[in-house]
């Protein structure tokens, strides 16, 4: 698919960033980088989690003070203290973590900040904005509903909204980062689309991503960060995939050996195997789940899982695949339905059963429910079933889940002073690679993984893909929850679908088709 | 023909009292429902009122019954102590639950720390005059009506006053939007150039001052006295006017007028059972505000809503949740 | 190797002797413009306790009391809830183990037990209400335990001024307990109860059951993200209000002890300053019970000190209180500063 290349040619930068270096605590995450911000052209940034490409945006919208270096807006030398003057200086920036405020409705969230002074004590008409957000909403081809409250309106909608404010606000440039994560394949076609009409009427876009193909479709240009430097700047129409996957990556993966990297090459399973049926695991038959008020979360949901497969389930997020989750663990219980465990009914059995009959759980939010921040890795490791560490039911026997950690640690290559440290010490992709290492330590017959592979590098993400790989050849079978298709179509041996509750297509490996999942995500049905 | 007088006479009187007994409710709990629409849950109410007690009074005193000067320093307290709680919770970060108790203690010690120093231990305790009652020109004659709502003084009108304005703020106004937004989702509103230190800041000291004047009141309303005991759990109670009214002015004036019922009804019962000649223990009944907030707590809580950033302090620079 | 450790440990440390001289500094300050000799006072406070025997059997009972407050307080803090309460928790224990002493008989040999038993089961049920209404209604249990408070005031007032009344004393409080529910002494002349005993064992019973067994894993599991614990598959919705409960039910024990021990009698206001006193010191500690004993003794040896200054030179008891809040306040702030340094 094309996009219209028109792009419009500006002489001088409006933003040069010169020279940024950035420390947090003993961690340098950005190594004097230097960097021009073009209007009238889409910049894709590029390079894996941890590269540094957020800090460097965050730098320039005012939420981090450089340690050393230079910034220079519209030719003048600028300090930037907050992301009020960034905006006020024309620069924008949309985060991965959406910035509004539930409550309030689209229009509500567009207008906070909009008046100051004494004039903001004037009873609020918002007759006026909603007129300007219209025409800008024209001119981009971004629809919202303006009267319509955040927390009734999808992800992709809510992008739009925080589009939309840069927009109403006159900017320069905007900065999207990682804008694609929540995002349908259709809608972010229609996303890319309204960029290259954005551009082609001035404005200069950053488009932050880990995700080669994304810059390959959009981007006028490319510039490759790894580890905190810049390694080069191309005309995307100038370069070729293998270089660029080369910079991103560097020595430290066998490109040939990869399992992001090799495509859509089939997986090296045996062609035995694929015909003989495998046993069944787990079974749910018509899991529904209503909350408090009656609505339902859950519809119907019915599926099987066997011996050594993975199932990969699919869509944007917000479609209940964390109820889902909950539900298959244990978390909640479910208002219908039957969940049987190698022909067990668990439906009603507590966490601590299903941990015992062999199951366990990598959450997706690390920090809210991934670890115990105050207690030490060493404790960490073994939540959920420290009840087997105990002598007698009582007496916590701290000398086994010693060895037992440090093992672990080694194992799993986390990155810790001292076992005894506290978890909150630790850098998220260090408390991904805790919790992997401990739902992996219980050698779980199912494993139910939710974004395990989330803001990981790509050398970390490797190791996660290929434990689950060789989980899955020792027979278990694993749930892999994953808003990210591409990751779901690497690995899993059939996808399925989340879509309002409901899980819709069952498609096995030999027919994964990017677009006719991305219809099921969108709730497109049947053809 | 009495009869009926009497009842009449009765609820004048009782409406009356509840207007009295309102402010401290109204007032503390407005201050707890602005801090905490800016994110700042500030438990210490009741040590903050003690000690706003305790200035007023002792100002008052010494200044030879000027209310006025004893108010101002009710006032120049609350912003003092809110200044600190802010400092503490909102430049250094800590834990709001550790300093709302620390400072409810530390508060009440002060206020009474206070007395025993300027007054020491009397025989009768010394007291100011209160505050006398301003009849509002053509209202007030009003039959009825007009004695049990138009004959208060200058405080209880000025209560009301500001729940208004509060609301109309707050809801009607782009700066309330603003606040609101900051304790709804300060990240959000940071990037849209709010300071949200400033208005936390804000939020917490008009909080503070208002649980002070709070104390005020209870001093130069009444009895014009002072004892430890002054405040009795109203700090408290507030905080539960606040949680069921949603964090809403509105609502927490509606809590506040069920919590007032409560207490004139308290001194209602036993003026009456003094009449009738019954006699239980005055304790019984003082447990009952104490009681019915346990239950109307129990209560609400299916439609229980907080400002979503309520508690935590906020940090420009730390990671996002997936970091 | 001496020399680093020695500089780390004072570089660790300076922090805390700036806010003790800080909140003595203000202390001091606030004796000197009330009028009082500052230097004799801080002499007075910090060495009362160890005048005479006397003084110093005084301050192990006042520690004893200070220290059942604080782990009252201190065991529902680790899964992070705030038992405010603990003071109406002590003086339910107390109402219980009173009611014993004075109406119940039974075998010389038990009483003393049952009264402890009893103080333990109503500081408990006392605070199982909190327990219940945080449970199934989510009722922050702040306010529900400091509503409860106030209700035990009233009901000790109550209690004291009924059928037990000992209308020889000006103060509301009851008769002497009979001798046989009255703890046995350590010492006789001057009086040391055995209550000390049974305070310093309850704390060692506990930091063994915080630090090493499974319910201690799962309660720190659940103070430090209930979340985290609850997915899991801690019982967080159990182990919450149980904290609670067993804090009720230590600060019962508190409560009993004192009334078994010491006082002999049910009396109004019995509980003093030692509620505040003993949620400050858990919070100094930051809930750690190896902090709490030695924080909680100093504490003591302050009141005493204090009570002792009230009684010499009239000044106010408040300071006791006062300087622990300062001192918590300075060492909160002097520790995230040192975080900034970093």
Redesign the interface.
């Known amino acids: 698919m094309s996009l219209s290349r028109e792009s419009v040619i500006v002489a001088r930068p409006y933003v040069r960033l010169e020279g940024i270096y950035k420390r947090f605590g003993d961690v340098v995450a950005l190594k004097g980088v230097t960097l021009d911000i073009f209007t009238g052209q889409v910049l894709g940034l590029l390079g894996e989690n941890g590269a540094g490409k957020t800090t460097l945006m965050n730098v320039l919208f005012g939420l981090y003070k450089p340690d050393a270096g230079l910034i220079y807006v519209d030719g003048k030398a600028v300090k930037i203290k907050s992301p009020a003057h960034a905006i006020r200086l024309g620069i924008f920036m949309v985060h991965q973590h959406f910035k509004l405020v539930s409550n309030y409705t689209a229009l509500e969230n567009i207008a906070i900040g909009m008046s100051s002074g004494v004039k903001s004590l004037r009873p609020i008409d918002l007759t006026e904005l909603e007129e300007r957000v219209n025409k800008v909403m024209e001119a981009s081809g971004l629809y919202v509903n303006l009267r319509e409250k955040i927390r009734n309106l999808p992800l992709g909608v809510r992008q739009r909204v925080e589009i939309l404010k840069a927009l109403v606000r006159g900017v320069k440039i905007l900065i999207l980062d990682e804008p694609t994560t929540n995002l349908t394949p259709q809608e972010v076609d229609a996303l890319f689309n309204a960029l290259r009409n954005l551009v082609r009427t001035g404005l200069g876009v950053v488009f932050i991503t880990h995700k080669l193909h994304e810059v390959m479709a959009v981007a006028d240009e490319i510039a490759v960060l790894r580890s905190g430097v810049l390694l080069g700047r191309f005309k995307r129409s100038e370069v070729d995939q293998a270089t660029i996957i080369k910079l991103m990556v560097g020595e430290r993966i066998d490109l040939d050996k990869s399992i992001i990297f090799r495509g859509f090459r089939p997986l090296n399973t045996s062609s035995q195997t694929e015909n003989v049926p495998k046993p069944e695991l787990l079974r749910v038959e018509n899991l529904g789940l209503k909350d408090r008020l009656g609505t339902t979360i859950l519809d119907s949901i019915s599926f099987t899982l066997s011996k050594g497969e993975i199932l990969g389930i699919a869509g944007v997020s917000g479609n209940g695949q964390r109820e889902f989750v909950e539900v298959i663990f244990g978390v909640r219980k479910p208002t219908s339905g039957k969940i049987l465990l190698e022909g067990v009914d668990i439906t009603n059995s507590s966490i601590r059963d299903r941990i015992l009959m062999g199951m366990f759980y990598v959450p997706e939010d690390r920090l809210s429910e991934g670890i115990s921040p105050t207690l030490s890795v060493m404790e960490n490791l073994v939540l959920g079933i420290h009840f087997s560490y105990s002598t007698k039911k009582l007496l916590m026997d701290f000398k086994r889940i010693r060895s037992d950690a440090l093992q672990l640690i080694r194992k799993y290559e986390i990155k810790t002073p001292d076992m005894a440290t506290l978890a909150s010490k630790l850098s998220g992709g260090n408390i991904q690679k805790l919790m992997i290492a401990r739902a992996f330590h219980t050698k779980p017959k199912v494993l139910i993984a939710h974004n395990p592979t989330r803001g990981l590098d790509i050398a970390t993400t490797e190791k996660v893909l290929s434990e689950v790989l060789s989980l899955k050849s020792a027979g278990s079978g694993i749930i892999y929850v994953s808003e990210d298709l591409d990751e779901l179509m690497l690995i899993s041996d059939r996808i399925a679908v989340m879509y309002k509750g409901m899980l819709v297509g069952s498609l096995t490996r030999d027919r994964f088709d990017k677009y006719e999942i991305g219809k099921l995500m969108a709730g497109v049905v049947g053809g | 023909m009495t009869a009926s007088l009497d009842l009449a006479a009765l609820v004048v009187g009782y409406v009356r009292s509840v207007l009295i007994y309102i402010v401290p409710y109204l007032l503390t709990s407005l201050g707890i429902v602005i801090s905490g629409r800016s994110g700042i849950y500030n438990i210490s109410a009741e040590g903050v009122m003690l000690l706003g007690a305790s200035v007023t009074f002792l100002a008052t005193y010494f200044s030879s019954g000027n209310v006025l000067v004893g108010i101002s320093y009710a006032v120049l307290v609350g912003i003092l102590v809110g200044l600190a709680f802010g400092f503490l919770t909102i430049s250094l970060k800590l834990n709001q639950f550790v300093v709302g108790t620390t400072f409810f203690i530390l508060c009440s010690g002060f206020a009474n720390l206070l007395y025993k120093l300027f007054i020491g231990v009397t025989l009768t305790p010394p007291s100011i005059e209160t505050l006398r009652p301003l009849t509002i020109p053509v209202m007030s004659d009003i039959p009825y009506v007009g004695d049990s709502l138009f004959k208060h003084n200058l405080l209880v009108y000025l209560s009301f006053v500001f729940v208004t304005v509060s609301y109309y703020v707050l809801y009607k106004t782009h700066v309330g939007l603003n606040f609101r937004a900051v304790g709804e989702n300060p990240k959000a509103a940071d990037t849209l150039g709010i300071n949200v230190t400033l208005y936390r800041y804000v939020g917490t000291i008009i909080g503070t001052v208002l649980m002070s004047v709070s104390g005020s009141y209870l001093v130069l309303s009444t009895t014009g006295l002072y004892t430890e005991t002054i405040v009795l759990g109203r700090g408290w109670i507030s905080i539960g006017i606040a949680i069921f009214g949603r964090w809403h002015p509105l609502w927490s004036l509606a809590g506040s007028a069920l919590f007032a019922g409560v207490e004139a009804l308290v001194y209602l019962i036993q003026s009456l059972q003094s009449v009738l000649g019954i006699r239980t223990p005055p304790e019984f009944l003082l447990t009952l505000p104490f009681i019915a907030t346990l239950i109307v707590l129990a209560l609400v809580y299916k439609r229980a809503e907080l400002p979503q950033a309520i508690g935590r302090p906020y940090d420009r620079e730390a990671p996002e949740e997936y970091a | 190797m001496r020399g680093i450790q020695l500089i780390r440990l004072i570089k660790i440390s300076v922090p805390y002797l700036f806010s003790v001289s800080l909140a003595f500094g203000i202390a001091g300050l606030?004796l000197y413009l009330?009028g009082y000799d500052v230097v004799s006072s801080y002499k007075t406070i910090l060495t009362a306790s160890f005048w005479n025997l006397n003084s110093f059997f005084l301050t192990l009972t006042k520690f004893s009391t200070l220290l059942m407050m604080s782990l009252a307080f201190s065991i529902p803090y680790i899964s992070r809830k705030?038992n405010?309460g603990v003071e109406g928790q002590y003086l339910m224990g107390a109402l219980g183990a009173a009611l014993v002493g004075l109406a119940v008989s039974t075998p010389a040999g038990v009483h003393v037990i049952i009264s402890l038993i009893v103080g333990i089961a109503f500081g408990s049920l006392w605070a199982s209400?909190p327990a219940f209404?945080m449970a199934?209604?989510?009722?922050?249990e702040?306010?529900?335990t400091?509503?409860?408070n106030?209700?035990a005031r009233?009901?000790v007032?109550?209690f004291a001024?009924s059928f037990w009344r000992d209308v020889t004393s000006g103060h509301p409080m009851t008769i002497p307990i009979s001798d046989t529910a009255t703890l046995p002494l350590l010492n006789s002349s001057p009086p040391l109860s055995s209550g000390i005993i049974f305070s310093l064992t309850t704390a060692a019973l506990l930091y063994f059951t915080v630090a090493?067994?499974?319910i201690?894993?799962?309660l720190?599991?659940t103070g430090?993200?209930p979340?985290?614990?609850?997915?899991?598959?801690?019982n967080t919705k159990l182990l919450m209000p149980l904290s609670l409960i067993i804090g009720g039910g230590i600060a019962g024990l508190g409560g009993a002890l004192d009334v078994t021990g010491y006082y002999h009698r049910l009396i109004d206001g019995m509980q003093s300053n030692y509620p505040?006193l003993g949620?400050?010191i858990a919070?100094l500690s930051k809930g750690k019970i190896t902090f709490i004993v030695p924080v909680a003794f100093f504490i003591s040896v302050i009141d005493v000190g204090t009570n002792a200054l009230q009684r010499i030179q009239?000044v106010?008891i408040?300071?006791v209180?006062?300087l622990e809040?300062?001192l918590?306040?300075f060492i909160?702030?002097s520790e995230?500063?040192r975080w900034w340094r970093?």
Do not use: C, D, Q
């Open positions: 606030i009330g705030f405010i209400v209404l199934r209604y989510n009722v922050n702040v306010i529900s400091i509503m409860m106030f209700i009233y009901s007032m109550v001024m090493l067994t499974v201690g894993y799962e720190r599991a430090t993200n979340r985290a614990a609850e997915v899991f598959g801690v505040s949620i400050l919070l009239r106010p408040e300071l209180l006062i809040g300062l918590l306040v909160l702030v995230s500063l970093k």
